[in-house]
Every structure is written in C-alpha cells, then in structure tokens.
C-alpha cells in the first residue's frame, strides 16, 4: 500500500493513483502546486483554456494555437509582416476603390446604395411634412397606409440627402 510522503500515512488505492501525499490540509499545503491555466484565442465569440505544460509550450511554439481571425492572405504566417511588404510590391487597388486601400483576394468593393423605390416622391414629402408637425412615425403610416418601418427610412433618406 501506497504512503503519504509527507505525514507516512497510508494513501487510498485511488488517491495513490495520481498523488503521492494524503488529503491532510499540511500534507496538501506543503505538496500541492498550482496549475498554470493559459488563454489561447480561437475566435472572436471564445477562447479556449489549457492546462500550460510541456506539451502544450511545444504546440504554442510550433503555431498549433494560431488567432484564427487573422488571415494568411494578410499576414505572412512565418514572419508577421503584409505580404505587400514582404515582396516589396505597392498595395493593388481595383477600379472603384479609393486610393491607399488595399485590395483583398477574393472581395469586391461594396456596391453604392441604390435608392428605395418603394415609396413615391408625393409620399415622401408628405411623411415630411406630417413629420415637421410633430407627428410620430406609426401616425404619419396610418395616414399614407405604410409600414412604420418605411416612413422612418423615407425620413432618414430625406436626411441623409439634405446633409449631403
């Protein structure tokens, strides 16, 4: 049977299967060490969380835990840097795109916003009107027979174009 190393008692057969000292609070004080708990990114909604021994010091060295929210397109995986910069080449930009961005494989450049044919001109000035006399948006769809939703973006679209 198995003995405590620190009191000489004996050690349940369970116990003696992954600790060498008793549950005594002086046997555990003076044997008990801490484990090291490291955060390792996976992605933006968690992180996962290990037990820092060798093994893992060796996965975290050899790159296994890589932030898979950084993209190899972007940066180079040995070194760090910008692939523009590691080849020494200017940044592409596509037509469309305003100068200084850089282009990234595979996106295209967001498409201007086409404006709302859902509402008529006559609608939408009215729901202005309506609206500078202080009546709320579900009023001003009751009265033109629109959705509540449709007359805050008439309003919002009308501001918009006014600040441009």
Known sequence: MAQCVTCGS???PERAEKYDYCTR???RERNARPLEIVAVAVNKAADQYLV????TKEDLAAGRYQDQR???AVTDQATGERT??????????EPGQAPGTVARPGRR???????????SRSQQELALIYNA?????DEIAAKLG?????????????????KL
Do not use: F
């Not at 820092?52 to 093994?55: F, G, T, V």
């Not at 450049?109 to 509402?119: F, G, L, V, Y």
């Not at 629109?146 to 006014?162: E, G, N, P």
């Open 10 to 12: 004996e050690l349940h």
């Open 25 to 27: 609070r002086e046997c």
């Open 52 to 55: 820092l021994n060798e093994r």
């Open 70 to 72: 950084k993209s190899s």
């Open 84 to 93: 523009s910069e590691r080849a020494g080449e200017r940044p592409r930009t």
């Open 109 to 119: 450049p967001p498409a201007p916003k086409k404006p709302d044919a859902s509402w």
């Open 133 to 137: 006399r202080g009546m709320r948006p």
């Open 146 to 162: 629109l959705s509540r939703y449709t007359v805050t973006q008439m309003i919002l679209a009308a501001k918009r174009r006014v």
